[in-house]
């Protein structure tokens, strides 16, 4: 018998994927056990509960749906969560959702990655206004979500599960759009504002204003950050020394909206962002050592009905470009010069989509066919520096491609009670394989037991990146490594089941709503950096990855003033090929958040993240004198606990209090970068 990592020759022992599903397995059975009765008892005694007015979602499907409707688990962060949390950057607002990991750097401006349901943090797609945000000029054009503020965001929607089938390259993991402030109909100028300021020199501000003249609306906003920060390197590290990783950052958003009749809008927007930032090298701390990251995006779309309101069609053209620049001066750390590295990547586009309501027959209603057609053009061009004492290391890239997509979709309703849907879309990538990618899913309202099942299961991809395909790579003039033209997209398999249940007690209707969630996905072809036989490095589809997991979920609301969360995810995610966790996916991940208005014009909301043990990459771990060990380890769990408080003091007029890490804890989401210390911060926020 040959013997495997964690295994020892002679002996059988079950493997650690097998492990993992027996603990998955009892956690997800003593959930629905404790559900199961708790619902069956509710529908004895007591009458069908009064439903909610149901959130919105607008990502999930191509026609706007009621949250209860859509076939997938989503998450809603609306403007009062953003404010009422105290949330300033988009990776700190969805640390709390229930199968997203984020893993940041630092503080502000230090890079963030997103690990979605155990799949790789290039398989999150991000949309700004549904317009994809994701990085071109990065290695593997994925997202940082260390960097955007959120003072023009209205909410956030967080999709899990396969969605290429409606959005293509990227959405393996799940989807992530932002959605900026819209315009009230019934105001002609509504001013807004917000100043605050706090510990380590933390001090921002933001104005906007937005309204409705006639037939055109506005938005205009404007919003600036900055802060001495925290020095993110853990101080486990000799070579560390008190050098702080300060932000500087503003954020620009200019919309105006023409509704010449009804059913017809036209509208313009644009969106500005620049941060300054200061970086770290593991392990050794780099006073000279800094990032700048701007990106602008625009887009004019118009949208019209036609067939007294059946059909909805629409054009979109947008454009987007992110510039990356770092630079490393020499100092006593650090004795090399280099020339700054750059990143720049574009993309633009056309976007026509349509929605064509369909009549209802026999047992089938509020029917939808989504139909659509897209265009896009990306390019990036990068180069990047390395000089040290064996020689200098350089890379660059010039490279574009073209992708045009086609999809649609259908959605019928049976019985008044089940949600059917079907999504099917193709992608063509210019010089590359296209990939056609399916989704199926179901939601069966029970109303008798206030319950709701939802069933789905999908393909998606992640097309490869033009770095993996056109990149080169230089050791003192010698070419050391090359992309791979000839990749295949990463693909994946997926499905998940789950349920949401209110159930009353104490007199209260909604006394409680429990979910929960089992998903499994298979991820194949993943793209990764290997040796040729002359010695080169470069890209190919060689791994794949076995994902499964549950997201479970219980709120209270015992009392009116009172309402708290329990979320807790696992997270199974493994290396096919060598039966070894992925880096960087805990195990568990549990949060605890509550919303807490003892008075008329209080309300405090604390918020526990816990995040369990996980394991690291390669040279993820250092001694203290900084000596690195190339064997991977795990990375020890951590607990943060933050804390927000709102006042309003008048009825337009509000003070807050944020306090981050109140217990000072030194756990570190990636090894070797530090979360950041205890803040206090108070300010005022107005809306007029």
Request: charged residues 20%.
């Amino acid at each position: 018998m040959s013997s495997r990592p964690g295994h020892r020759s002679g002996q059988v022992r079950p493997s650690p994927r097998r492990h993992a599903v027996r603990r998955l397995t009892l956690a997800l059975t003593g959930g629905l056990s404790l559900l199961i009765p708790a619902g069956q008892a509710r529908a004895q005694a007591q009458p069908p509960a009064v439903t909610l007015l149901p959130e919105t979602v607008v990502t999930a499907t191509p026609l706007a749906t009621p949250q209860e409707r859509v076939p997938a688990a989503t998450t809603v962060i609306t403007r009062r969560e953003i404010e009422e949390r105290g949330y300033q950057t988009l990776a700190e607002a969805l640390t709390a959702v229930p199968g997203l990991r984020i893993a940041p750097q630092g503080g502000a401006g230090q890079i963030a990655s997103g690990f979605l349901r155990g799949t790789g943090s290039a398989n999150v797609l991000v949309l700004i206004d549904g317009v994809p945000a994701n990085d071109v000029a990065s290695p593997a054009g994925a997202f940082d979500f260390g960097q955007d503020l959120l003072f023009d965001v209205e909410r956030i929607e967080v999709v899990r599960g396969p969605l290429s089938s409606l959005y293509g390259s990227s959405a393996i993991g799940g989807v992530i759009n932002l959605v900026t402030r819209r315009a009230p109909p019934d105001r002609s100028f509504a001013p807004y504002g917000e100043l605050a300021g706090g510990s380590q020199s933390t001090l921002r501000g933001g104005l906007g204003a937005t309204g409705t003249v006639g037939a055109f609306d506005y938005l205009l906003s404007g919003y600036s950050q900055s802060t001495r920060g925290f020095n993110a390197l853990a101080p486990r590290f000799e070579s560390n020394i008190p050098e702080r990783d300060g932000f500087r950052g503003a954020t620009t958003t200019a919309r105006l909206g023409w509704t010449p009749l009804e059913g017809t809008r036209i509208e313009g927007q644009l969106r500005w962002r620049q941060n300054t930032f200061g970086l770290d090298n593991l392990p050794q701390d780099d006073p000279n050592y800094t990032g700048e990251d701007r990106r602008w995006s625009g887009q004019i779309r118009g949208e019209t009905r036609l067939l007294d309101g059946a059909w909805t069609t629409g054009l979109r053209v947008f454009s987007t470009e992110q510039r990356r620049t770092y630079t490393n001066l020499p100092d006593q750390y650090d004795a090399f010069s280099s020339e700054a590295s750059r990143f720049r990547g574009t993309r633009s586009g056309l976007d026509w989509g349509n929605s064509l309501r369909l009549p209802g027959f026999g047992p089938l209603s509020d029917g939808a066919l989504g139909f659509g057609l897209t265009h896009a053009l990306e390019e990036a061009r990068t180069t990047q520096s390395f000089p040290s004492a064996f020689g200098d290391f350089t890379s660059s890239l010039r490279a574009q491609q073209h992708t045009t997509s086609g999809w649609g979709s259908l959605q019928y309703r049976l019985l008044d009670r089940l949600d059917l849907s079907a999504g099917l879309r193709h992608d063509s990538v210019t010089g590359a394989t296209g990939e056609t990618t399916w989704k199926l899913g179901a939601v069966l309202a029970l109303p008798e037991v206030n319950t709701r099942l939802r069933l789905a299961l999908g393909t998606a991809f992640r097309a490869p990146s033009l770095f993996e395909r056109f990149g080169i790579g230089n050791f003192d003039g010698f070419v050391v490594s090359t992309g791979n033209p000839d990749l295949k997209p990463e693909r994946s398999f997926g499905w998940e089941i789950g349920s949401d249940t209110d159930i009353p007690g104490f007199g209260r209707r909604n006394f409680a709503t429990a979910s929960w969630t089992f998903f499994q996905s298979r991820v194949r072809d993943q793209i990764v950096s290997v040796s040729t036989a002359a010695g080169l490095s470069t890209y190919a589809n060689v791994n794949r990855a076995e994902i499964h997991g549950a997201e479970l979920g219980l709120t209270l609301r015992p009392v009116r003033w009172l309402e708290g969360t329990a979320a807790w995810t696992i997270t199974e995610a493994f290396d096919a090929t060598t039966d070894r966790r992925l880096p960087r996916r805990p195990e568990h991940v549990v949060s605890l958040t509550a919303r807490l208005a003892p008075l008329p014009r209080l309300v405090i909301a604390p918020t526990v993240l816990f995040t369990g043990r996980s394991p690291e990459g390669a040279f993820a771990s250092y001694a203290n004198d900084g000596t690195a060990y190339a064997y991977p380890r795990s990375n020890p769990a951590g607990t943060v606990v933050n804390l927000t408080a709102t006042w309003q003091a008048m009825e337009q007029v509000a003070l807050f209090l944020e306090a981050r890490n109140l217990g000072n804890s030194r756990w570190e989401p990636v090894n070797g970068f530090m979360t950041p210390g205890r803040s206090v911060l108070v300010g005022t926020r107005f809306a007029l």
